[in-house]
Every structure is written in C-alpha cells, then in structure tokens.
C-alpha cells in the first residue's frame, strides 16, 4: 500500500505539467520585478531631513568655494578617504561647480569628517589644510580626491610622500607645506570641522546641508541643483511674507 501511494503522488505530479511552469514563470518574474526596484533604488535621490533653520551659525571655518552673496549655502561634510565621496568630488563636482556655484546660484564651504577606519585621512585634512595657508585648497582637495587610491590606507602607510608630488604639482612652497603637514599645524581645526558634523548630528559621508534639508550620500549634480531651487523659492517665499 505504501507503494501504491507513492505512485499515486507522482502521477498526480506527472498529471498537472501547467502547475510546475506557472510556479517557475511566477519565481522568475518577481526576480526581475526586484532588479527593477534596485535598480530604480540606485537612481533615487537619498531621503532629505528637515534640519532647524534656527540652528546657530557653524563654529568651525571650514573651506568656502562661491560667492558670497549666494542666496543659497550649500554645507559638505567629506572624508577624504571615503570612496563615495572620491567619486562625487570626481564625477559629480565639476558639474556642480559649472552649474550652481560659478552662476552664483549657491556656495559651498568644505568641512572635515575624518572617519577612525580611514587611517591616512588624517594626513590628507592636513595636506588640504598647509595648501589652504597658501591659497590653494581647492587645487589640493581635487588632486587629493583624484589620487585617492594611491595614497589610501590600502595602497601606502606613507600617504605624505605622495601627497608632496601633488604639492609640487600644483605650485606651492613644498619646504614649507611638508614642516607645516608634519607639524600638524592645523590639528584643532580639522577636529573643529569634524565637532561641526557632529553638532549637525552628521553620520556618514558625504553629507550635504543645502538650505534646510540635510541629505546623507552622494548626490547627482541634478538632485542638488533641484535642492537648491527649492531653497532659493523657500528664501523668495520668506521674503515676501515679510514684506507684506
């Protein structure tokens, strides 16, 4: 009897071929209906908060690239060892600088946020921070962000000899920037950039303060362009409500 039910289960299974195919062509559309949802996932703009426009002005200096009569100020918080922000400073920047900072349409100020995993960032605030003593941060922070995989924790444990090429590259004073990096000259003010992040309640980077809205991940020159119009309206907005 035994046998007979077996034999019985599997013609039953034999008999309904459309069961198995349909169960099959279910499986295999909800896994393209999950690729397309990543996909679309990858192309979405990072979750925006709203951060308190009452927030007291920051207290670190930071790095500022605009004019200063922007209507809008954009705040980013990076790691110079952070992948994600090497490929925003490499692919996205130069757009961003090309369509909102150079028309006048937002600044942008720059702020350390070394993370502990990142061993030769340190190094890498300090180099941007001797090229700033000599006028020349941004011209450091593009060459750094460039060159990121050859002076990383991964590729050197002496990130400052690389770094001097990219001082020698760009013109400045390298007797002067190398005593000034290996001093450490500039110390306090990198961990005041960082206490900045913090204080904003900042927890990976890159994050961007664009008006009000705090968004964390890297951004399309689009998605930040589309942050800074809605700031600008919001600023007209306020203006108008108080003259009236």
Same mark, same amino acid.
């Given at each position: 009897?035994?046998?007979?039910?077996?034999? $019985?289960?599997?013609?039953?299974?034999?008999?309904?071929?459309?069961?198995?195919?349909?169960? @099959?062509?279910?499986?295999?559309?909800?896994?393209?209906?999950?690729? *397309?949802?990543?996909?679309?996932?990858?192309?979405?703009?990072?979750?925006?908060?709203?951060?308190?426009?009452?927030?007291?002005?920051?207290?670190?200096?930071?790095?500022?690239?605009?004019?200063?009569?922007?209507?809008?100020?954009?705040?980013?918080?990076? =790691?110079?060892?952070?992948? *994600?922000?090497?490929?925003? $400073?490499?692919? !996205?920047?130069?757009?961003?600088?090309?369509?909102?900072?150079?028309?006048?349409?937002?600044?942008? !100020?720059?702020?350390?946020?070394?993370?502990?995993?990142?061993?030769?960032?340190?190094?890498?605030?300090?180099? *941007?921070?001797?090229?700033?003593?000599?006028?020349?941060?941004?011209?450091?922070?593009?060459?750094?962000?460039?060159?990121?995989?050859?002076?990383?924790?991964?590729? !050197? $444990?002496?990130?400052?000899?690389?770094?001097?090429?990219?001082?020698?590259?760009?013109?400045?004073?390298?007797?002067?920037?190398?005593?000034?990096?290996?001093?450490? @000259?500039?110390?306090?003010?990198?961990?005041?950039?960082?206490?900045?992040?913090?204080?904003?309640? @900042?927890?990976?980077?890159?994050?961007?303060?664009?008006?009000?809205?705090?968004?964390?991940? $890297?951004?399309?020159?689009?998605?930040?362009?589309?942050? @800074? =119009?809605?700031?600008?309206?919001?600023?007209? !907005?306020?203006?108008?409500?108080?003259?009236?």
């Amino acid at each position: 009897m035994v046998t007979r039910g077996r034999s $019985s289960r599997a013609r039953a299974g034999a008999a309904n071929p459309k069961s198995f195919v349909g169960v @099959v062509l279910v499986l295999i559309l909800a896994g393209a209906g999950g690729l *397309a949802y990543l996909a679309s996932r990858q192309h979405a703009a990072p979750a925006a908060t709203i951060v308190d426009p009452n927030l007291p002005p920051a207290v670190a200096k930071g790095y500022t690239m605009g004019r200063p009569d922007a209507p809008v100020q954009i705040l980013e918080f990076a =790691d110079f060892e952070c992948p *994600a922000c090497g490929n925003y $400073s490499v692919v !996205t920047e130069p757009d961003v600088r090309k369509r909102i900072i150079d028309p006048g349409l937002a600044r942008v !100020t720059y702020y350390d946020f070394p993370l502990p995993q990142h061993k030769n960032t340190m190094a890498a605030s300090e180099a *941007a921070a001797c090229a700033n003593d000599q006028g020349k941060f941004w011209e450091m922070h593009d060459r750094l962000f460039q060159g990121q995989t050859d002076w990383n924790t991964e590729a !050197t $444990s002496d990130p400052v000899s690389v770094m001097q090429g990219y001082a020698k590259a760009i013109g400045l004073d390298v007797d002067k920037w190398r005593s000034c990096v290996d001093s450490r @000259v500039h110390q306090r003010d990198i961990d005041a950039n960082k206490a900045e992040g913090t204080r904003r309640q @900042v927890n990976q980077t890159p994050t961007f303060v664009i008006g009000n809205r705090m968004v964390a991940g $890297s951004l399309t020159d689009d998605q930040i362009k589309a942050y @800074v =119009d809605s700031a600008r309206a919001g600023a007209r !907005t306020a203006d108008n409500s108080a003259a009236h």
